[in-house]
């Protein structure tokens, strides 16, 4: 597999990215005509509230645009229809729930985490990932049902692969052992978020960023952490790589919700790699090493839609601009299979 050689000359990338990217080529299922609907990815986003309703659509569409098969958004009942009318491509279901689509018996008698989580733990073995955090909000029932679906991820067979972001990550700085040595699972912290769970786990933040994460990563027993910033700090505990591709000037709300999006989809990828759906050749990556290799494909194609998105619109970039990227991002990057050109 290639990318597009006039696309890769106009970019100035390293030779650690380029052998990354040589590694994220082989997570790239080939478009094969014995594959049926659902095999090649099924991302769920788990967010949406009355307040945040594009969050969860930028992250669902990401998933969609780079190449997963089902795209599904289970959110709180007021953000769905709201959801809906962004897009007829996406799967929405309002089985998130919050204090507010309770009824007042409910509310009175406050159901425990299990059964308010069961409509989607019901959902996760027909899923291959969830992406958790996009637009989630911090109330407390919904915090409450989404501790108990990650609780039934990691019990799930086979064990679900997880992308967490915002609101999520706040719920782990509270409570780390949610996912503690889950090495199928992959934070997005920015600044902000990684100090405080840096702070909270006892890890010192000064000195070099890309050990510092690394050490926060091992100290998570093989979580996996994208470290936003000027560039990203990717870890997984074992090794670290850098993600430094360029991109763009404008820091609009919810570009990070093309990376969540992006995760999800070579999180899937990353599965059907491992339970061998196509002929991955001689060696294979162990799941350690897919997992680094997924977190950098997903900080690198955000990147680059960043880049072309802000390119094209300068200040007035938003992050629908993003989403517009994706396909075109991941053509210059990563590039379709070879034996899929010949089909083109």
């Not at 934070?187 to 909270?200: H, I, Q, S, W, Y």
């Not at 990376?259 to 350690?288: C, N």
């Not at 839609?305 to 053509?331: G, I, N, P, W």
């Amino acid at each position: 597999m290639t990318a597009p050689e006039d696309e890769m000359a106009s970019l100035a990338i390293s030779s650690q990215s380029k052998a990354m990217l040589a590694k994220v080529r082989k997570l790239v299922p080939p478009l094969l005509e014995h594959f049926h609907k659902g095999q090649l990815g099924r991302v769920a986003v788990i967010g949406g509230s009355a307040d945040y309703t594009g969050a969860p659509y930028f992250s669902a569409m990401a998933s969609a645009r780079l190449g997963c098969d089902l795209s599904y958004v289970f959110c709180e009942p007021s953000a769905a229809p709201t959801i809906k009318s962004y897009s007829p491509n996406l799967m929405v279901s309002p089985i998130l729930r919050s204090v507010h689509s309770l009824s007042k018996e409910q509310q009175a008698d406050q159901p425990d985490g299990p059964a308010l989580a069961e409509p989607i733990i019901s959902m996760l073995p027909r899923l291959h990932v969830l992406v958790i955090g996009p637009g989630l909000g911090r109330d407390v029932v919904t915090q409450k049902q989404v501790k108990e679906v990650i609780k039934a991820a990691r019990k799930n067979d086979p064990p679900l692969p997880m992308v967490l972001d915002a609101d999520a990550l706040w719920l782990i700085q509270e409570e780390p052992s949610l996912i503690e040595g889950y090495k199928e699972c992959i934070l997005t912290p920015n600044v902000v978020e990684f100090g405080r769970l840096a702070k909270k786990l006892g890890v010192k933040t000064d000195g070099d960023a890309s050990k510092v994460c690394q050490s926060l990563a091992d100290r998570l027993g093989g979580v996996c952490i994208i470290q936003k910033g000027p560039v990203d700090h990717i870890s997984q505990g074992r090794e670290t790589t850098t993600s430094d591709f360029e991109g763009g000037l404008k820091r609009s709300g919810g570009q990070g919700d093309t990376l969540t999006g992006s995760l999800g989809t070579f999180l899937a990828w990353r599965q059907i790699y491992h339970e061998g759906l196509w002929d991955v050749g001689k060696e294979p990556m162990d799941r350690a090493e897919t997992l680094l290799v997924a977190a950098f494909a997903g900080s690198a194609i955000t990147r680059e839609c960043s880049r072309r998105a802000y390119r094209k619109m300068q200040r007035s970039l938003q992050a629908s601009d993003l989403t517009e990227e994706v396909h075109a991002s991941f053509l210059a990057l990563v590039g379709e299979p070879d034996s899929q050109k010949s089909n083109l």
